[in-house]
């Protein structure tokens, strides 16, 4: 008697994914190259045409984490906010050029593409972050905001407990070494930036916050991505980080630092980010 084996033969984890990131607060002007808003409304449009899913973050970790390739290998992308002002939420009419900004939270809906929004943790960071500012564009982190919304296109994640900005006193470092995020290079600090700052979410956001975390600056160190993350599950309960090294997210990757785009930084026009897309 002869059998014949059939195996379902496993798809190679390959894939090739690109990763948006806009900053609200990038309003300087009303044209693409001034304003992220201006910038977010055309390259949704542009994505789309290319023939991309926008998915969420949590979608493309959840796959990756699944060991899903085949999820992966379709022309997906995602798109995030970092540092979640005011005026990422509610649209404003700036002064400077009497016109009305309309939020990201409004484009996504009008475009119906999800995105995910990277918060600070501590209001007091995120207060002396917002006196800094000036008074134009409308310069408030309030957490207004995420702490009732109902947004289902719309993802919290973690940025940190206070960014360790250079504008806030204390911060959680302890040396007060401040203005870069490769300082965070030891367990109390990460701790204290990190798990602190989601268990604060969790409770702000009413459990609505995602395990995922951007670092601030983009700024990656060896002991939080190989240490912290990824040998100390006991430490934090994150499922993926996000740097902004400017490269599509690959098999080469690790889950601890996976890269994105950042608008006004790696692309300037829908020309420069089709070239992105498309290479
Ligand atoms: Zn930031």
């Known amino acids: 008697m ?11 984890k390959q894939f090739r994914v690109p990763i948006l990131c806009y ?12 304003n992220d808003h201006t910038a977010l409304d055309r390259d949704i449009t542009l994505i789309k045409s290319l023939g991309f899913t926008i998915k969420s973050l949590s979608w493309i970790v959840d796959a990756y984490r699944r060991e899903d390739w085949t999820a992966l290998n379709h022309p997906v992308i995602a798109i995030s906010f970092d540092d979640a002002p005011d005026i990422e939420a509610y649209s404003y009419c700036d002064l400077r050029f009497n016109e009305m900004v309309e939020s990201f939270h409004s484009i996504i809906a009008r475009h119906h593409v999800p995105a995910t929004s990277f918060l600070i943790a501590s209001e007091a960071a995120r207060t002396q972050i917002a006196q800094h500012g000036a008074p134009e564009p409308p310069n408030l982190y309030s957490s207004d905001w995420w702490n009732n919304t109902k947004d289902t296109l719309l993802d919290l994640a973690n940025h940190s407990w206070d960014h ?13 070494t401040k203005g870069n995020f490769f300082a965070i290079d030891n367990e109390a600090d990460a701790i204290a930036q990190i798990t602190t700052a989601h268990n604060h979410l969790k409770a702000a956001t009413k459990d609505r916050v995602k395990p995922l975390f951007c670092y601030p600056y983009g700024h990656v160190n060896e002991y939080l991505r190989d ?26 990757h690790s889950i ?12 300037r026009s829908t020309a420069e980010l089709e070239e992105i897309l498309t290479q």
């Open 2 to 12: 002869f059998t014949k084996l059939f195996r379902k033969k496993t798809p190679p």
């Open 23 to 34: 900053h609200a607060m990038n309003v300087h002007g009303t044209d693409y190259e001034q």
């Open 164 to 176: 360790n900005h250079e504008h806030v006193s204390p911060v959680a470092q302890k040396e007060q």
């Open 227 to 252: 240490n912290f993350f990824a040998m100390r599950p006991d430490l934090h309960e994150m499922h993926a980080a996000f740097s902004t090294a400017g490269e599509h997210f690959t098999e080469n």
């Open 256 to 267: 601890w630092a996976i890269p994105r785009y950042v608008c006004g930084h790696h692309w």
